[in-house]
């Protein structure tokens, strides 16, 4: 094989060897995001976080972290206290069961409100959906990852 | 000293108001890949100089070089702006539309041109112009867009501008090969079912998003199957039929099987109900056999696939010299501009910028080389489903989700058509067909995905819909 030949044949395979690189660096940098995102401390199933709270306890703003299951109200045996004239002592749950969130009212004196409708019992929560206790509001959020 | 005497303190240059606060964040990962594709890009435009002239030389530098700058000025934008967004999906589509800008390049120039200012532009130049578009409007889009309440919001008026946009097509469309494709506006000529895809992944998503408890509920049983409430499966029957209707009028089978597949998809993430996609590939599959029946055109399409060597010549001539093209290139292909052998002057694939890229790239790059092409577009996939994966809400979650996968079912369906895995179906390669359209709408979905990547944007707003203090009860003072 003449020497032109051969390098083109060299150029040929570089161009699919560099092709190869650039995957492989790429995979790389996608490894190293997904074990950043693995090693992220309390990968939780989601948080709640503080829309609207005029007592300030909870205040505004501030993010809860949440296990598969959640209590709220004014007790302070709950995982959520939650300082608000209007919630009940034991006023709700929220479980995570299989494939999503649930919020369930555990008989409270005001009611439990989904994006501002009473639920009966047991409710289906999507991320994203506010859930209100006495006037304190409240919004599901996907866990922060890496 | 009084205030008087004070020196002025040195005025901070003050920027246009427009850029607002500039805070560059530097983004090595990109830099990096960028520089790979670069010397990847350089080495392939030298392997096509050997193949087409003979001489160990880049083929047609001034495009390669124009392309690069722009691929370099993205990046510089994106540091600039100094967003929290992703750095590997700009490096993987330069890569692919570097290499679709070395196959136009390689192609015979003449299949697409242009008239400007006296002189004409070839096949290679016009689709770098549509690259450097497609560069900048996702990079823009990346930039720009910090808020999602525009997508969210009027998911029911972008619906209605989908439909719209259909029925336009079905009206006024012009007739390409069989298929009524195109939407020609003054000048302006688009395939508006390559916007389509965008707007049907944006409507889905705040649908579904807002609907999602509803769907997951388990309400109505017939017999075994256990189905959502049945008003909530209305907009599901009428995607079904869209997708027939595209089908029977506008003859475009690989549109109607990338929305239905991407709708399926984007269900099951929603719901994760594998019974509701069951259910609708069995009206799929029972539809397109209907169809087969009733409409000469599927017809044609499904005997093509089953055996295109009963007219290789005739109807099956395309898809029969796509699979000879795939097994000239063998493992390592015969070289950048070195297959494609001409019949006539011209390349034995009619359509092959458009429709069989893939196809001249599995004879010049070989097996390894599609594959190499194909992870590419996993790697879109693995970025949109992981920018979903950590988005804030739902919404978010399922347009990050149908945006990448909208892309990547696109490439699978034509490249599976290619491939004979599938019946044939004109849908584009994204990134690497020819085509305006195709390559600004992809530029879209790329930038949308850049700035849902962000993790700095706007909280999501409250729900929609919410009557919260006309529904609510006087509140009495608990116990």
Same mark, same amino acid.
């Given at each position: 094989?003449?020497?032109?030949?051969?390098?083109?044949?060299?150029?040929?395979?570089?161009?699919?060897?560099?092709?190869?690189?650039?995957?492989?660096?790429?995979?790389?940098?996608?490894?190293?995001?997904?074990?950043?995102?693995?090693?992220?401390?309390?990968?939780?199933? &989601?948080?709640?976080?503080?829309?609207?709270?005029?007592?300030?306890?909870?205040?505004? &703003?501030?993010?809860?972290?949440?296990?598969?299951?959640?209590?709220?109200?004014?007790?302070?045996?709950?995982?959520?206290?939650?300082?608000?004239?209007?919630?009940?002592?034991?006023?709700?749950?929220?479980?995570?069961?299989?494939? &999503?969130?649930?919020?369930?009212?555990?008989?409270?004196?005001?009611?439990?409100?989904?994006? &501002?409708?009473?639920?009966?019992?047991?409710?289906?929560?999507?991320?994203?959906?506010?859930?209100?206790?006495?006037?304190?509001?409240?919004?599901?959020?996907?866990?922060?990852?890496? | 000293?009084?205030?008087?005497?004070?020196?002025?303190?040195?005025?901070?240059?003050?920027?246009?108001?427009?850029?607002?606060?500039?805070?560059?964040?530097?983004?090595?990962?990109?830099?990096?890949?960028?520089?790979?594709? *670069?010397?990847?890009?350089?080495?392939?435009?030298?392997?096509?100089?050997?193949?087409?002239?003979?001489?160990?030389?880049?083929?047609?530098?001034?495009?390669?070089?124009?392309?690069?700058?722009?691929?370099?000025?993205?990046?510089?934008?994106?540091?600039?702006?100094?967003?929290?967004?992703?750095?590997?999906?700009?490096?993987?589509?330069?890569?692919?539309?570097?290499?679709?800008?070395?196959? !136009?390049?390689?192609?015979?120039?003449?299949?697409?041109?242009?008239?400007?200012?006296?002189?004409?532009?070839?096949?290679? *130049?016009?689709?770098?112009? $549509?690259?450097?578009?497609?560069?900048?409007?996702?990079?823009?889009?990346?930039?720009?867009?910090?808020?999602?309440?525009?997508?969210?919001?009027?998911?029911?008026? $972008?619906?209605?501008?989908?439909?719209?946009?259909?029925?336009?097509?079905?009206?006024?469309?012009?007739?390409?090969?069989?298929?009524?494709?195109?939407?020609?506006?003054?000048?302006?000529?688009?395939?508006?079912?390559?916007?389509?895809?965008?707007?049907?992944? +944006?409507?889905? *998503?705040?649908?579904?998003?807002?609907?999602?408890?509803?769907?997951?509920?388990?309400?109505?049983?017939?017999?075994?199957?256990?189905?959502?409430?049945?008003?909530?499966?209305?907009? !599901?029957?009428? !995607? $079904?039929?869209?997708?027939?209707?595209?089908? +029977?009028?506008?003859?475009?089978?690989?549109?109607?099987?990338?929305?239905?597949?991407?709708?399926?998809?984007?269900?099951?993430?929603?719901?994760?109900?594998?019974?509701?996609?069951?259910?609708?590939?069995?009206?799929?599959?029972?539809?397109?056999?209907? !169809?087969?029946?009733?409409?000469?055109?599927?017809?044609?399409?499904?005997?093509? $696939?089953?055996?295109?060597?009963?007219?290789?010549?005739?109807?099956?001539?395309?898809?029969?010299?796509?699979?000879?093209?795939?097994?000239?290139?063998?493992?390592?292909?015969?070289?950048?501009?070195?297959?494609?052998?001409?019949?006539?002057?011209?390349?034995?694939?009619?359509?092959?910028?458009?429709?069989?890229?893939?196809?001249?790239?599995?004879?010049?790059?070989?097996?390894?080389?599609?594959?190499?092409?194909?992870?590419?577009?996993? +790697?879109?996939?693995?970025?949109?489903?992981?920018?979903?994966?950590?988005?804030?809400?739902?919404?978010?979650?399922?347009?990050?989700?149908?945006?990448?996968?909208? +892309?990547?079912?696109?490439?699978?369906?034509?490249?599976?058509?290619?491939?004979?895995?599938?019946?044939?179906?004109?849908?584009?390669?994204?990134?690497?067909?020819?085509?305006?359209?195709?390559?600004?709408?992809?530029?879209?979905?790329?930038?949308?995905?850049?700035?849902?990547?962000?993790?700095?944007?706007?909280?999501?707003?409250?729900?929609?819909?919410?009557?919260?203090?006309?529904?609510?009860?006087?509140?009495?003072?608990?116990?």
């Amino acid at each position: 094989m003449d020497a032109p030949l051969l390098m083109v044949w060299v150029v040929r395979l570089l161009f699919l060897a560099l092709l190869y690189f650039f995957l492989a660096r790429v995979v790389r940098s996608l490894l190293t995001d997904l074990r950043a995102a693995a090693r992220q401390p309390g990968a939780s199933l &989601g948080r709640l976080i503080v829309v609207d709270s005029p007592s300030g306890d909870p205040e505004a &703003g501030r993010s809860f972290d949440l296990d598969a299951i959640t209590t709220l109200g004014r007790d302070v045996n709950n995982a959520i206290v939650v300082e608000d004239p209007f919630a009940s002592a034991e006023h709700a749950v929220l479980t995570y069961r299989g494939r &999503g969130w649930y919020v369930e009212d555990l008989g409270s004196t005001n009611g439990t409100f989904v994006n &501002g409708r009473a639920i009966a019992s047991v409710a289906p929560l999507g991320f994203g959906d506010e859930v209100s206790i006495g006037q304190v509001r409240l919004r599901l959020e996907r866990a922060r990852s890496a | 000293m009084t205030g008087a005497s004070r020196p002025a303190a040195p005025r901070p240059v003050e920027l246009p108001r427009i850029l607002g606060d500039i805070h560059p964040r530097p983004r090595w990962t990109e830099t990096r890949l960028l520089l790979v594709v *670069a010397v990847a890009l350089v080495v392939g435009s030298i392997s096509l100089g050997a193949g087409l002239t003979g001489r160990l030389a880049p083929y047609e530098p001034t495009l390669l070089v124009i392309y690069l700058v722009t691929l370099a000025g993205a990046h510089v934008a994106n540091v600039l702006a100094g967003r929290r967004s992703d750095e590997v999906l700009l490096p993987v589509v330069g890569l692919l539309g570097g290499i679709s800008l070395l196959l !136009m390049q390689r192609l015979p120039q003449d299949l697409v041109t242009i008239d400007v200012a006296g002189s004409t532009l070839g096949l290679g *130049a016009v689709q770098l112009i $549509w690259l450097v578009l497609a560069i900048i409007v996702a990079t823009t889009l990346g930039i720009v867009v910090r808020s999602d309440s525009w997508l969210r919001q009027y998911k029911y008026t $972008w619906a209605a501008a989908g439909i719209a946009l259909l029925l336009l097509t079905f009206v006024f469309g012009t007739d390409v090969a069989g298929q009524r494709l195109s939407l020609r506006i003054g000048p302006f000529a688009g395939q508006p079912s390559e916007l389509l895809k965008v707007i049907l992944v +944006v409507f889905l *998503a705040g649908y579904l998003s807002e609907n999602r408890s509803l769907l997951i509920e388990q309400d109505t049983r017939i017999g075994p199957i256990r189905l959502p409430p049945l008003p909530y499966l209305a907009p !599901m029957v009428a !995607m $079904w039929a869209i997708a027939l209707l595209i089908v +029977v009028v506008q003859r475009d089978l690989g549109a109607a099987l990338l929305f239905f597949a991407v709708f399926l998809a984007l269900v099951y993430a929603a719901t994760g109900r594998i019974s509701l996609v069951v259910i609708g590939a069995i009206l799929f599959f029972a539809g397109s056999a209907l !169809m087969a029946n009733i409409f000469p055109h599927v017809r044609d399409r499904i005997d093509i $696939w089953l055996d295109p060597f009963a007219d290789p010549l005739g109807s099956g001539y395309q898809v029969v010299q796509s699979l000879l093209a795939f097994a000239r290139g063998g493992l390592i292909g015969v070289g950048l501009g070195e297959g494609l052998p001409t019949v006539g002057g011209r390349p034995p694939i009619p359509e092959v910028h458009t429709d069989f890229p893939l196809a001249a790239l599995g004879e010049e790059l070989g097996l390894v080389g599609v594959i190499a092409i194909l992870g590419l577009f996993f +790697v879109v996939i693995e970025r949109g489903l992981r920018i979903g994966a950590a988005a804030a809400d739902d919404f978010r979650a399922i347009l990050a989700t149908g945006l990448a996968l909208v +892309v990547g079912v696109q490439a699978f369906i034509i490249a599976a058509g290619n491939l004979k895995v599938l019946p044939l179906t004109g849908v584009t390669l994204p990134f690497v067909s020819y085509g305006g359209s195709s390559l600004l709408v992809n530029a879209i979905v790329v930038g949308l995905l850049l700035a849902l990547s962000d993790r700095g944007v706007e909280p999501p707003p409250p729900p929609s819909g919410v009557r919260r203090w006309r529904d609510r009860l006087r509140p009495r003072r608990a116990r």
